[in-house]
């Protein structure tokens, strides 16, 4: 499949910031032991950090490159071993979701600490709710005053099987930008790339909150 | 708005140095999110960061500079989308009240979660005190034995609604080099950047502190 | 001994990303005080951090290269005082056992904090276990609802004693790719240094998610 | 005052760890806030951070110059405002209990949380102790199974007065490597600039553990 020249600047630029974003993720505790993941939208096409990978050693090479309809169009290059052969993350239909249902430019998985004791607070919780902190005003949307709820679905043995879960999850929750996942962390999403990590660093900083109240 | 070389030399070299500190202080916490904020004096007029931009990707050509009345001189260029256009910090009217009331050199905003615990140790609390600890000797005027004493006002929906509380506290506690406010952060202040920035520090590990004991 | 054109190549590759990884480590709190270490599997031989430096500041010439059987075939070159003269790990008995029992193609041993109060859930448990959490799925042969157990040994005054206890619990727990020791810290192991690295973090995160339940 | 080719070699070489260290040492919360200090035997000289300066923003041309004695034989140059005036340390006296009282190559002073709660587990505590943990096999004379003690010292409002407490506690806890101030942080040192810092991370490794347990 052959690029325009637009598509190759924008899908380029896309992978950069997606292995530069998930070294801070890491650092942050969100993506170790290859967990979580990061797509951007560039230009109509879709950049996606592979699964199983060391999400922190990232290089542009790796990322893999969708249609909007989520079919790859790109392959990244195996590396040599110890390395495995590359693989379409299994958040793939996930983060497709947040695509199709909300328009998303971005969309990020993280397995903070965080965010999995959010969803231990009441173990039985369907919802997450916070109010009356600045750091709300950071969720599109929401301001200091507002209840700010996030859905808590149940985790499943297998991340794709999730999909149905998180796509009612999020037509349920027309004003949430994310989902936890119960013992296992948030899919958050927004408009562009910035939005997307500046509303992962609001709800993980509310998660946290909420857990030292 | 033609700047003399001397004030160009000293917004460039402001400029740079709070890129550089948010880039700090992002990875302590205080500036996620795209929140918190910081200002300096620079010869005779003001460099402020933006608001609702990512403070820790921040360039020089991001800030602005007012006159020392808090009139925009100079508007940062407008990076081009995804980026959104500048926005004067809301924090604007709050960080020119400690330069007008306090002669201050340099304003940090900070939302820190140990600023916003120190604020809900006690939910009813107008004051957050602290004594015998040694890191009080780093907060201006005062000792080792003294009791340090932060104010805590209440937050608004709209953070330029703080400024009549914050001026009022700011003058009922003459003694303070923050204002602490609930739910949100901490506005602290020096004469310098290099004071402001040690205050800040000094104050943040005080609030640690209560909250562990 | 003279290494191949291959072995040189594989076991300095190995030296690299033991430094770099080490370095890692330390920031995240596994190695400080020149604790915990690192072995890897290169060609048909082992390289091994020594005992009693600084993990984080160690250079690719402070590495011990051993041969399957687990004789030092090259000594590293002694740095100049204040350095000490170089020693083989107390630990290479038990990373010994890791490669010997399992096939490991990594080694690492952790002081983290997480492992060793894991260890004193219960400071008469024999197991650490876990279940029904996401992260668990990044050790070799668990799902999400397995429950993934981690033999707990008791310390020994020299690190060389805990050899048998070690290799016993090995053999007593197939499944589990690491073992516990009682107020010390963790053994993880795995194929490759991908691998091993890949389930040193997931095991952290389960220790940590444990202690704040 | 002239230094030799070899004394201004082993000075220089001083200058530099001391920069490169505290910059860790920041990043740890050991020395915030211009808290905190450090200083290095060189020949037959003695190197020592600055007092009141930011840390982890020091540059060799900081650094104090002192003869065994504890006089001082260089002067840093003083940087342009808003930096202050070099100020030799308050801790000075202090640091040359440790090379006086028990022959140091290096001592540290941290004001990390770790070592403030640690005297504060018990307020009237005399001692701090820990035993059967595995770090305290990095405190020069201890085994696993040995009592690690620290002796606690109360703290005075000026740094200096602190002295006669600290050489006092110094001469009654001969094994101990590091002096606890309440309140305050603790005082470590060792053999080289390596032992002292290796044992400054295990003891606050220590403090940690304990405070957790």
Same mark, same amino acid.
């Given at each position: 499949m052959q690029l325009t020249d637009e598509q190759t600047a924008a899908t380029d630029e896309a992978k950069q910031l997606i292995c530069e974003l998930c070294h801070t993720f890491y650092l942050q505790g969100w993506v170790g032991g290859t967990g979580g993941g990061m797509s951007i939208k560039a230009d109509s096409l879709i950049v996606m950090a592979p699964s199983g990978v060391q999400k922190e050693r990232m290089i542009p090479a790796d990322m893999f490159v969708l249609d909007k309809e989520g079919n790859v169009l790109i392959d990244p290059i195996a590396r040599?071993? =110890?390395y495995k052969?590359?693989?379409?993350?299994?958040?793939? =239909?996930?983060?497709?979701a947040a695509y199709e249902l909300r328009g998303a430019g971005a969309v990020m998985h993280s397995h903070s600490l965080n965010a999995v004791m959010a969803t231990l607070l009441d173990p039985s919780a369907t919802e997450f709710t916070v109010t009356n902190l600045e750091m709300i005003k950071g969720i599109a949307g929401h301001g200091y005053y507002d209840n700010c709820i996030v859905p808590i679905i149940e985790n499943t043995a297998r991340e794709c099987e999730l999909t149905d879960r998180l796509r009612q999850a999020i037509k349920s929750y027309p004003k949430s930008q994310a989902v936890l996942v119960r013992r296992h962390g948030v899919y958050v999403w927004g408009n562009t790339w910035i939005q997307a990590k500046t509303q992962a660093e609001c709800y993980d900083y509310l998660f946290e909150v909420q857990q030292s109240s």
């Open positions: 040599p071993g =110890p052969p590359p693989k379409l993350s299994e958040c793939s =239909p996930l983060f497709m």
